[in-house]
């Protein structure tokens, strides 16, 4: 089975920096593209950044500038570099992985998503 595990949240002032890593595991052979997305409480899930290698990065208006989404396709890994933290980006934050696949398309299993269980980030006023 294919897992992915976040690590990094946290609580911090505004204005400072937070990493989030994000580490997926089992037998990957393929992964098409990563991201993370966030919930705030009582609102939805959207998306934040995301990395890919057919289209590289991509990040959300309200973030551009100030995060940096950075990955390594020999870990399987990554990260989301936060800085300038503003009490709006509190929320819990959940790593995704689109396209994953376990062996060659010929054999192996397909993922067309896979979500990370969630880490809390929150930012103080």
């Known amino acids: 089975q294919v897992r992915l595990v976040e690590s990094g949240g946290g609580l911090v002032q505004a204005g400072g920096s937070l990493r989030l890593s994000c580490v997926a595991s089992?037998?990957?052979?393929?992964?098409?593209?990563m991201g993370w997305y966030r919930q705030a409480p009582g609102g939805q899930r959207e998306l934040v950044a995301s990395i890919s290698s057919f289209e590289g990065t991509k990040y959300s208006d309200s973030v551009k500038g100030r995060f940096t989404i950075s990955g390594d396709n020999a870990k399987n890994t990554v990260d989301l570099q936060m800085n300038s933290l503003k009490f709006e980006d509190t929320a819990v934050y959940y790593c995704?992985?689109?396209?994953?696949?376990?062996?060659?398309?010929?054999?192996?299993?397909?993922?067309?998503?896979?979500w990370g269980q969630g880490t809390q980030v929150t930012v103080s006023s």
């Open positions: 089992g037998s990957i052979f393929s992964i098409n593209g």
């Open positions: 995704h992985a689109d396209g994953v696949r376990d062996g060659p398309y010929y054999s192996g299993s397909y993922y067309a998503d896979v």
